[in-house]
């Protein structure tokens, strides 16, 4: 079967129209003149060809392989892994190897015999590979030529061109560079960092740009490894984290958080040879014993000049050796990778500039954001110096390939659209309405469609009664009950069951009896459980929801204690959202006049998306869908499944499942058949867009045959973003809300899209905080041929019907429900040891791993917004 080329993705069929005209200044700078020399590309073997990148770097950069590039060496770039760039051919031909002895380089004697492999020599072959085909990366930012390798080359080639001398001067992480000034200390021994980001893009308007923005990241922070130890572990001091190791006997929480230290790199300044200049560094492999503990075999040479041999410990031998009287001796030594070597943790300094490669905890996120977020001016201003310090008109190498950038950022011409109009239910005070600014009040406002009547349901307080009394509970319930039915609701039962969980019992066995107990009191199966928790925190969330919705069939409503005690109206009406989707109601529909699906063929709306696990964790990625259920596309069913080690494809067998359920869903609820089919996905790099082309959109064409065999429905496949740099900065005062943000609506297609395909950015929402970030929206294959103005409408008009918000949100809303499912149904996953990868995939191809499936849900809410 042939595969689908990127060159095959649909073309722009036209701009769109509908809106007001508006300036925005985008983050990004047009190449005025563009490399027009020969580039020679050279493939690079260094050692194995499997060497660790800083090793690559350490050798590349070595006088004596630099050395040897005679003239071409001020011209020469390189990937830091296996390809080299120059416009001067290098002396020794189109192949030379050569070897590199790293010991003299540092100013050491080179080693002389001993054991194979103990030399620090290392074989480097260069290999001349062609020419840079520049010309055709012209040709395609014109729209003259169609995406292919070549054009990857180029492209690839002028990334590293813009890199090579910034990498000289800041540390580098892919295309961000960072330096260590203006670093935030956060919470558990690190600390965020920012950066410059800038890469290369080939966009419309025929032209080549740079996209330059403001990077964060995560660091180690420096210190020792004592110092880290005790602050990742929350210990104030080495004689706590001392105490509680002796306690824990290698087996609890602070020896499962010293594991996330593995790799790091550190270097130790006891010894008179560790210098500045020529300091020794070495890597975490783990912990050991202590240093009272450890011992080993030390050779002492006599007077007489024989050697005896006497067994001592770690603590002894710095004493003798080196004068040093440890302080805290019980803690565990570091063992390093090289040659088992160990070091006590509070002479190990962690060298500077190491990214923290784990997931943030809660309080860490917290205080991330707080130091990424900047307003639309402020973030203006750091661009803009980032420019200024990349400093690309004294940048040597740009000026010797000839490649000039203009300093002004672009402005484009974009246009806001209308916001469309809401309806709410009848009694509702303005029931139709035109939103402003993307948010609107709740306040007299019905719901659209109301759910089922609140007739069994039922209380269960995790909190401790100290924190949460039982008529702080009721008091919470009545003002709950009047806001429902305030907004429409219908509630049956006033006083629901409370009771308290029984700490020792387990989640599952206090739920059953609150369920039992509320079916009881209304001789029926209850509709719903609340859970009263004291904080926000995965347990015993997770098991309230996985018990709930796989073993009982009941949805569930958690509550932090602190909001029952306000029981604040605002709180309760955003918690009646929630309660009156779960219950099968809806919260706002688009007027028919704004939907652009409205009175056309059965459509349906579908929202996906591929998640994985933080790294270092060995768990399933994890595939989640979600189909509309109804004709205005407001209402969602959810379905999701394991899906691999890190695959990025939706698998066949989730995708037909996951479609077929999907359809059914949509056939049981409306008594039709969808005709037409809009998917929306996430979670896609741009060079993963013709993959799922040949492989997602194949599969839900066979999950239609498997729902009947002459079904053929027709589909448009769209991917929607927020992983990228593009930003708007609105020039004209009335196409900004008093932040300085772009107003909602806002949309781009010009500049800073592709160069000839179907795609655009929409900043569909209010950002309460920081710069807005507009989605970026990507048509790979399109069956339905909606007009280009109604589309956008699709869009941006469906971000106005999210289920719990008073207010657009910035992501179509069929994508959100998937991230949110995504999310919960992770508590549905079988126990770990049922979960182990057995096997991984590689090239990014459609391979299954051998994963558990997470536990279906429970047939009676399979179609209810469970994941609300």
């Given at each position: 079967?042939?595969?689908?080329?990127?060159?095959?993705?649909?073309?722009?069929?036209?701009?769109?129209?509908?809106?007001?005209?508006?300036?925005?200044?985008?983050?990004?700078?047009?190449?005025?003149?563009?490399?027009?020399?020969?580039?020679?590309?050279?493939?690079?073997?260094?050692?194995?060809?499997?060497?660790?990148?800083?090793?690559?770097?350490?050798?590349?950069?070595?006088?004596?392989?630099?050395?040897?590039?005679?003239?071409?060496?001020?011209?020469?770039?390189?990937?830091?892994?296996?390809?080299?760039?120059?416009?001067?051919?290098?002396?020794?031909?189109?192949?030379?190897?050569?070897?590199?002895?790293?010991?003299?380089?540092?100013?050491?004697?080179?080693?002389?015999?001993?054991?194979?492999?103990?030399?620090?020599?290392?074989?480097?072959?260069?290999?001349?590979?062609?020419?840079?085909?520049?010309?055709?990366?012209?040709?395609?930012?014109?729209?003259?030529?169609?995406?292919?390798?070549?054009?990857?080359?180029?492209?690839?080639?002028?990334?590293?061109?813009?890199?090579?001398?910034?990498?000289?001067?800041?540390?580098?992480?892919?295309?961000?560079?960072?330096?260590?000034?203006?670093?935030?200390?956060?919470?558990?021994?690190?600390?965020?960092?920012?950066?410059?980001?800038?890469?290369?893009?080939?966009?419309?308007?025929?032209?080549?740009?740079?996209?330059?923005?403001?990077?964060?990241?995560?660091?180690?922070?420096?210190?020792?490894?004592?110092?880290?130890?005790?602050?990742?572990?929350?210990?104030?001091?080495?004689?706590?984290?001392?105490?509680?190791?002796?306690?824990?006997?290698?087996?609890?929480?602070?020896?499962?958080?010293?594991?996330?230290?593995?790799?790091?790199?550190?270097?130790?300044?006891?010894?008179?040879?560790?210098?500045?200049?020529?300091?020794?560094?070495?890597?975490?492999?783990?912990?050991?014993?202590?240093?009272?503990?450890?011992?080993?075999?030390?050779?002492?040479?006599?007077?007489?000049?024989?050697?005896?041999?006497?067994?001592?410990?770690?603590?002894?031998?710095?004493?003798?050796?080196?004068?040093?009287?440890?302080?805290?001796?019980?803690l565990p030594l570091v063992k390093t990778r090289k040659k088992g070597e160990v070091f006590p943790m509070e002479l190990c300094h962690i060298q500077e500039g190491q990214r923290y490669p784990f997931k943030l905890d809660e309080r860490q996120t917290a205080e991330m954001i707080k130091f990424t977020v900047q307003r639309p001016t402020i973030r203006m201003e750091q661009i803009k110096s980032n420019v200024a310090q990349l400093d690309w008109k004294k940048d040597p190498l740009l000026a010797q390939y000839g490649m000039e950038i203009d300093t002004n950022m672009i402005k484009s011409k974009g246009r806001i659209l209308n916001a469309p109009k809401i309806c709410y239910g009848d009694g509702s005070t303005d029931r139709v309405f035109v939103p402003r600014d993307g948010k609107w009040d709740l306040r007299g406002k019905k719901f659209a469609k109301i759910g089922a009547q609140l007739k069994g349901w039922g209380f269960m307080i995790f909190a401790p009664q100290r924190n949460c009394d039982e008529l702080t509970v009721k008091n919470f319930i009545r003002q709950l009950v009047q806001v429902y039915i305030g907004h429409g609701g219908q509630v049956q039962n006033k006083e629901p069951i409370i009771m308290y969980a029984d700490p020792k019992k387990s989640v599952g066995t206090n739920i059953f009896e609150l369920y039992k107990k509320a079916g009881n009191q209304v001789q029926a199966k209850p509709q719903m459980l609340f859970f009263v928790l004291s904080a926000k925190s995965p347990q015993p969330y997770n098991e309230i929801k996985a018990f709930c919705e796989l073993n009982i069939g009941v949805v569930s409503q958690c509550l932090q204690s602190r909001h029952v005690a306000q029981a604040k109206p605002q709180y309760c009406s955003n918690v009646c959202m929630k309660v009156n989707a779960k219950l099968g109601g809806t919260t706002c529909f688009l007027d028919k006049s704004d939907h652009p699906l409205f009175g056309k063929e059965a459509s349906i709306i579908v929202g996906a998306d591929v998640s994985h696990p933080a790294p270092g964790i060995n768990k399933a990625s994890f595939a989640s869908m979600v189909g509309s259920t109804d004709m205005q596309g407001s209402r969602f069913a959810a379905i999701c499944n394991t899906n691999g080690a890190r695959q990025e494809c939706i698998t066949t067998p989730n995708m037909i499942k996951f479609m077929c359920t999907l359809l059914r869903a949509f056939r049981q609820e409306t008594t039709k058949i969808p005709m037409r089919i809009f998917y929306f996905r996430d979670g896609v790099s741009e060079g993963q867009y013709a993959q799922i082309v040949d492989e997602e959109l194949r599969d839900m064409r066979e999950a239609c045959k498997v729902l009947q065999a002459d079904y053929n429905p027709k589909i448009t496949v769209t991917i929607c973003s927020k992983r990228h740099h593009t930003r708007f900065f609105p020039v004209d005062r009335n196409a900004q809300d008093r932040n300085g943000n772009c107003l909602p609506g806002t949309i781009v297609e010009r500049d800073v899209t592709h160069p000839t395909e179907y795609d655009f950015y929409l900043a569909a929402h209010n950002a309460i905080q920081g710069t807005a970030r507009p989605v970026h929206y990507h048509v790979i294959h399109d069956e339905n041929k909606m007009p280009v103005d109604m589309f956008q409408a699709l869009v941006y008009n469906s971000c106005y019907t999210y289920i719990r918000a008073s207010n657009s949100v910035s992501l179509i809303p069929a994508v959100y429900y998937a991230h949110l499912a995504s999310s919960r149904a992770r508590a549905h996953e079988v126990a770990d040891e049922g979960n182990t990868i057995v096997t991984s995939t590689s090239g990014g191809k459609k391979e299954q791993s051998e994963v558990a499936e997470i536990r279906p849900l429970h047939d009676t809410i399979k179609h209810a917004m469970w994941y609300v």
């Open positions: 079967m042939a595969t689908h080329l990127e060159g095959d993705l649909p073309k722009r069929p036209a701009f769109g129209t509908k809106g007001r005209q508006a300036v925005i200044a985008l983050n990004s700078y047009a190449v005025s003149k563009f490399p027009t020399l020969a580039i020679n590309q050279y493939d690079v073997t260094i050692g194995s060809g499997s060497e660790k990148r800083a090793l690559i770097k350490k050798i590349w950069y070595s006088d004596k392989l630099q050395s040897q590039f005679g003239a071409a060496k001020n011209t020469v770039l390189f990937d830091g892994n296996k390809l080299a760039w120059s416009v001067t051919l290098f002396p020794f031909g189109d192949r030379h190897v050569t070897t590199v002895d790293l010991d003299e380089g540092d100013g050491r004697e080179a080693r002389q015999g001993g054991r194979p492999g103990r030399d620090n020599k290392h074989r480097v072959v260069i290999q001349k590979s062609g020419r840079v085909p520049l010309q055709v990366v012209e040709a395609f930012v014109k729209g003259d030529y169609r995406m292919d390798n070549d054009v990857l080359v180029g492209i690839n080639f002028l990334d590293h061109l813009m890199r090579e001398t910034p990498s000289k001067h800041f540390i580098t992480i892919k295309r961000s560079f960072f330096q260590s000034a203006g670093k935030v200390p956060m919470e558990r021994g690190v600390e965020a960092w920012k950066g410059i980001f800038q890469s290369v893009r080939a966009t419309q308007g025929g032209r080549l740009t740079i996209n330059v923005d403001v990077a964060t990241t995560v660091f180690w922070s420096q210190g020792t490894v004592m110092d880290i130890a005790c602050r990742m572990t929350l210990n104030g001091s080495p004689e706590d984290l001392q105490s509680k190791i002796v306690k824990e006997h290698g087996k609890g929480p602070i020896s499962r958080d010293l594991r996330r230290l593995r790799r790091v790199s550190f270097f130790c300044t006891h010894r008179k040879r560790d210098t500045e200049v020529r300091k020794k560094v070495y890597t975490i492999e783990g912990f050991d014993q202590n240093a009272v503990e450890y011992t080993f075999e030390m050779k002492r040479h006599n007077a007489d000049g024989g050697v005896t041999t006497e067994t001592i410990s770690a603590y002894d031998y710095f004493l003798r050796q080196y004068n040093l009287r440890l302080k805290y001796p019980q």
